[in-house]
């Protein structure tokens, strides 16, 4: 998949393209759904697939949210799009003068002129231009003048509720990385450097990875989770720590640490990704060192029956 920053990039392709145009973070099953049936009318019609989304998130120029709440860098955004067949990836750099656009001009600008789709797929809540003051309805009239077809999606039902990004970033916060994973249509990641931390883990005989993921990225609520934990193409089990190590006084910013059961190696300096499976328990304060030992034991019980596993030492599997 060709992604492009500049939408000239794309122009000797004009005439021949379709488009799905959307924030696509997290590239839930609503965003598949779209791009999916997108890429499979193109394949039919000769067409060519386009996915067009924007960098950074408008949210954050637009001052409507504040620090990590991202659910997907860039990057895996893009690869989550290209997983679905899409053949190019327009990732409009969003600022200030782009908010500012109309929604006429938008189409203009950045569809119609340059691109000259055949058809245009977007969301039921699809919104653009200054202050969001073009919807669907009006993106349908535009597209008769501008000679394309739009097809809007409606909402995407997942056990009993809307698949949305929103929706997603409240379950993650809250740590219910079940539900999130139901409405993403895979677990929850966090991918991130191993760095070198003080060496607690180790001399409690439990030796954790300290992960640094993007900080744009929404880390999930405090507690410990059962996850996977994958590095050098393959998964580990693993008990996850995400919070302030109150035994240790420490506070301040979340860590995220990772103890791979059954691991043994040095991981330093190597990409870590980190799939959310189950919040476990709040994380607690322990008198000695003793007692959190043992709990760190019960906890990686707990995490092997939460990945349906039985080997008490851990099992590797290939990918993730």
Request: glycine share 12%; with cysteine; proline share 4%.
């Amino acid at each position: 998949m060709l992604i492009a920053r500049e939408i000239r990039q794309l122009k000797r392709y004009a005439g021949r393209v379709a488009v799905a145009i959307g924030v696509f973070d997290g590239v839930h099953m609503g965003h598949r759904t779209i791009l999916g049936e997108m890429v499979a009318l193109c394949r039919a019609r000769g067409h060519l697939p386009v996915a067009v989304t924007f960098e950074p998130h408008p949210a954050e120029v637009l001052g409507k949210a504040a620090g990590a709440d991202r659910l997907t860098t860039l990057a895996e955004k893009a690869r989550l799009i290209a997983a679905t067949g899409v053949d190019f990836l327009l990732a409009i750099p969003f600022d200030r003068s782009f908010a500012d656009l109309s929604a006429r001009d938008f189409v203009h600008d950045f569809l119609a002129g340059p691109l000259d789709p055949k058809a245009v797929h977007v969301g039921f809540n699809f919104s653009f231009g200054r202050r969001g003051e073009g919807d669907a309805r009006l993106l349908s009239d535009l597209g008769e003048v501008h000679g394309f077809a739009v097809r809007v999606f409606g909402p995407l039902m997942g056990n009993g509720e809307v698949v949305s990004s929103t929706r997603i970033r409240e379950a993650v916060l809250a740590g219910d990385v079940r539900r999130a994973t139901r409405l993403l249509g895979r677990p929850y990641r966090l991918r991130g450097e191993v760095v070198h931390g003080d060496g607690r883990g180790s001399s409690l005989g439990f030796p954790t990875a300290n992960v640094e993921p993007d900080p744009c990225v929404l880390r999930p609520g405090g507690g410990v989770y059962a996850a996977w934990a994958a590095v050098g193409g393959r998964a580990w089990p693993a008990v996850v720590n995400v919070g302030t190590r109150p035994t240790f006084g420490e506070g301040g910013q979340a860590t995220v640490e990772a103890h791979l059961v059954g691991f043994s190696g040095t991981i330093y300096g190597r990409s870590l990704e980190i799939l959310f499976v189950e919040r476990m328990r709040d994380e607690m304060r322990f008198a000695t060192s003793g007692s959190l030992s043992r709990q760190i034991d019960a906890d990686i019980a707990d995490a092997l029956r939460a990945l349906n596993l039985r080997n008490t030492h851990g099992a590797a599997h290939d990918g993730c």
